[in-house]
């Protein structure tokens, strides 16, 4: 069965940084994409950022980019999401997601691609 168990997460002041984990069980990690979503109280789910299955391709989306980084680590079935200079606005529960497709070479936006989910991460940031 496989598994996506999310840690990391947490209440930080306006500036800080956090850094998010996601390990993969019960699947070859190496083989798939896996990306980040994130959804405040309110708002649709949205995308924040994705890797594809070797590290050598990534997506931030614009609201984060230059403060969020992702990274993966196949040896350990791991992937992160460091969050610097982080704004009240990324106060969100934080997802990590598994892509349904064999070694996809860009990263999707689109959520029903995604065909496994972690059970989440809160985020809360401080003004």
């Known amino acids: 069965q496989v598994q996506l168990v999310e840690s990391g997460g947490g209440l930080v002041q306006a500036g800080g940084s956090l850094r998010l984990s996601c390990v993969v069980f019960g699947r070859t990690f190496s083989n798939y994409a896996m990306a980040w979503f994130r959804q405040a109280p309110g708002k649709e789910r949205e995308i924040v950022a994705g890797?594809?299955?070797?590290?050598?391709?990534?997506y931030h989306a614009d609201s984060v980019k230059g403060r969020f980084t992702v990274s993966r680590d196949n040896a350990k079935n791991t992937v992160y999401l460091k969050m610097n200079s982080l704004k009240p606005e990324d106060t969100a529960v934080y997802y990590c997601?598994?892509?349904?497709?064999?070694?996809?070479?860009?990263?999707?936006?689109?959520?029903?691609?995604?065909?496994?989910w972690g059970q989440g991460t809160q985020v809360t940031v401080s003004s």
């Open positions: 997601a598994a892509d349904r497709t064999y070694r996809r070479v860009v990263v999707t936006a689109s959520q029903s691609e995604y065909e496994r």
């Open positions: 890797i594809n299955w070797s590290g050598s391709s990534a």
